[in-house]
Each structure stands twice: as structure tokens, then as C-alpha cells.
């Protein structure tokens, strides 16, 4: 690399260094010869801002929810429809999940395909659990009457956790999809990226799982 | 080596990208594990302050949303890679912005609505103006 960019390890921007050699040959990325920045850095910064619109979607379930809370219309409330324990494995199996996300991706940096495929295949495994937990507690739920057509309170507490169910689904499609295209195709550079905005999208379900788990459960036992 | 760093590209790092920890305490495996043992701590946190009497009673529900930003920030750093670097700059900006968005949506909404429950509007005045 360049030596400005060697110089300066901590600027690399070289903010307010620009003007001593003139824009034109600045080598910082995005200006003169620096160029535009490589095609992962764009994809994956895209992906997070769309992530970010996603967190402002589960702001606008959050806020119904928190509103909506205690309109039981005298049907059930949150006091009456948490699990703890079935709460706790939930957490546990999808921060594990997670876990074993990130050490994918290092496999997948060091170009590793089996230890890769093993880690995204645990995962999934991972993933699978937690769901089938969500789908058991909303089927206890309807079945005992506390469906989200009960009361509004109900309502905004099945879109919520449903809405995040959701995303854990479609992020369990997607991971197969990413372990058949490593196994076709291997380390290419398109899957790569593809693989680093998966774990983005993992990670970043896990994040709003702990806002539900802390908002919508334990507050729920607190009250 | 990633496909980032063998292109020279010095001066930004996408976010979750693993290159992003090579100064930083969470990179490589360690990392993750830091990782996992500071999340699973803060979650067994939240439920030690919610079944015992650790902390008095009235302030559980702040105790439990300090933990649970807390295990948001532990996600970013050392799951998502999102650190104070400077090629983190453009990550950081965007994750700001988002933060501003959610706290407007979600602060915004109880406030009125907690207004709303407690002062309601008297309702012949309701009626008068939803005719």
C-alpha cells in the first residue's frame, strides 16, 4: 500500500491531511487515487444499513407492544402466558447459535469448507431449536384461548415475537441456501460476501431477541 | 487473509467483517468466546435480578434494560465487529442514525400514548371533532 496510508495508520482517512498534496492524489479510500472502496466493504455496508431499517420495522412492533400491554380486555396477561424456563432455553439456544455463526465465518475466512459447513450446519440445528420452542408456546397459547384475536394486548405480542419467528425462518432458508452454495460453488468472492451478510443477519436477530427477551418477558414477570 | 485486505483497501472495513479485529481485543476465536461468556453472563444477570432480591424491587426494571443495552453493545463488538476505529467511521455514523430512529419510534410513541391514557379528550369534544 501507499506510504501516506502507512504513515498515518490511525488517519486513514487522512482527514486534514488531504490539502498538503492536493485531493487529487489522495490515496485515502473515496477521494483521488484512492479510489472507491472494494466491492465487500459496499455490499456489506449496504447490508447494514439495511439491517438498520429492519431494527426501525421492530421499533414500530416494539412501540405497539409497549402500548398495547395492558389491554387484556380481561383475557390473559403477559404474567400469565411466560415460560420462564422455556424462555431461558430459547436464549441460551440462540445465542449459541450465534456463537457458532461467528466461528463459520472464521472458518470461512481461513478457507476452511468442512469445518464451515459443519459450524453453519450447527447453526441451523441451533436456529431449528429455538423456533420449535416459539411454535410450541404460540400453540399452547391459541389452544388454551390466549390467540392473538383475544385482546389487543395479544395482538401486539404475536406480531412482535412472530415478526422475529420470522426473520429466524427466512435466516434458516437462507443458511441452507449459503451451505449448498459453499458445497457447489466453494470460496468464491460472491459467496463470500454473501456469507458475511448472513452472519449479519444472525447476529443481528439474536441483538433483537434480547430486546424481546428483556421487554416482553421479564418485564412480563416483573409486573 | 480476506478477499478485503488482499485488495489493499486500507481504509474502511465492512461491518462483521473478521479483519475488523486485527488491533482489537475482539478478534479470532477469542473473541467469540469473550463474546458468548460476557452475553451468557448478562442474560443469567437478568434472571438472578428478577428471582432474587438482589436489587430493590422498584428499580428491577431499570437494572433489567441497563443489562439488556449492555448485551446489545457486547453483540456489536464482539459479534458484529462494529469497534471505535477509524475504518469503522461509516458503520458507527449509520448505527447512530439508526439508534436515533428507534429511540424517536419507541420513546416517541409512550410518551403520547401515556399522555393520551391519562389525560383523555373530554368526549363530546371527541365527538365534535371526529363528525
Known amino acids: ?65 409497549a402500548v398495547l400491554r395492558d389491554q387484556t380486555a380481561g383475557g390473559p396477561s403477559i404474567r400469565d402466558v411466560v415460560d420462564p424456563s422455556r424462555i431461558a432455553w430459547q436464549t441460551a439456544l ?10 463459520g465465518s472464521l472458518a470461512a475466512a481461513k478457507g476452511k469448507l468442512w469445518l464451515t459447513e459443519a459450524a453453519l450446519l450447527v447453526t441451523g440445528l441451533l436456529g431449528f431449536g429455538f423456533l420449535a420452542l416459539e411454535f410450541g408456546e404460540f400453540a399452547i397459547m391459541i389452544g388454551e384461548g390466549a390467540g392473538p384475536e383475544r385482546s389487543a394486548f395479544l395482538s401486539s405480542f404475536f406480531a412482535l415475537v412472530g415478526c422475529h419467528g420470522l426473520h429466524v425462518a427466512a435466516g434458516l432458508l437462507w443458511l441452507g441456501t449459503m451451505m449448498a452454495q459453499l458445497w457447489a460453488k466453494g470460496f468464491r468472492a460472491d459467496i463470500g460476501r454473501r456469507l458475511l451478510c448472513f452472519n449479519l443477519f444472525w447476529h443481528a436477530l439474536d441483538i433483537i431477541w434480547v430486546a424481546i427477551f428483556t421487554m416482553v418477558y421479564l418485564m412480563g414477570m416483573v409486573a | 487473509m480476506s478477499e478485503q485486505r488482499r485488495s489493499g483497501d486500507d481504509h474502511d472495513i465492512a461491518p462483521g467483517d473478521e479483519q475488523a479485529g486485527r488491533d482489537e481485543p475482539g478478534s479470532g ?33 431499570a437494572a433489567l434494560i441497563a443489562l439488556a443495552i449492555a448485551q446489545m453493545g457486547v453483540h456489536l463488538v464482539f459479534f458484529l465487529h462494529i469497534t471505535t ?47
Do not use: C
Not at chain 1, 486513514?12 to 489522495?26: F, I, N, V
Not at chain 1, 490515496?27 to 429492519?54: C, H, M
Not at chain 2, 416517541?108 to 399522555?115: F, P, V
Open chain 2, 85 to 131: 476505529g477509524p475504518d469503522n467511521t461509516n458503520n458507527v455514523l449509520a448505527l447512530a442514525f439508526g439508534v436515533l430512529v428507534v429511540a424517536l419510534v419507541l420513546l416517541g410513541s409512550m410518551w403520547i400514548m401515556a399522555h393520551l391514557s391519562h389525560e383523555p379528550m373530554p368526549m363530546d369534544e371527541a365527538m365534535k371533532r371526529f363528525r
Open chain 1, 1 to 65: 500500500m501507499s506510504a501516506p496510508a502507512a504513515a498515518h495508520p490511525r488517519d486513514p482517512y487522512q482527514l486534514g491531511r488531504g490539502h498538503e498534496q492536493g485531493e487529487g492524489q489522495s490515496q485515502a479510500t473515496g477521494r483521488g487515487e484512492g479510489g472507491p472502496a472494494s466491492k465487500r466493504v459496499i455490499t456489506a455496508y449496504g447490508f447494514w444499513i439495511f439491517l438498520l431499517s429492519d431494527f426501525v420495522v421492530f421499533a414500530g412492533f416494539f412501540a405497539a407492544y
Open chain 1, 94 to 103: 440462540l445465542l449459541l447459535s450465534s456463537f457458532t455463526a461467528g466461528l
Open chain 2, 29 to 61: 476465536v477469542t473473541g467469540y468466546v469473550v463474546g458468548l461468556v460476557l452475553a451468557a453472563g448478562l442474560t443469567a444477570a437478568s434472571f438472578l435480578v428478577l428471582t432474587t432480591d438482589l436489587v430493590w424491587q422498584p428499580a428491577i426494571p
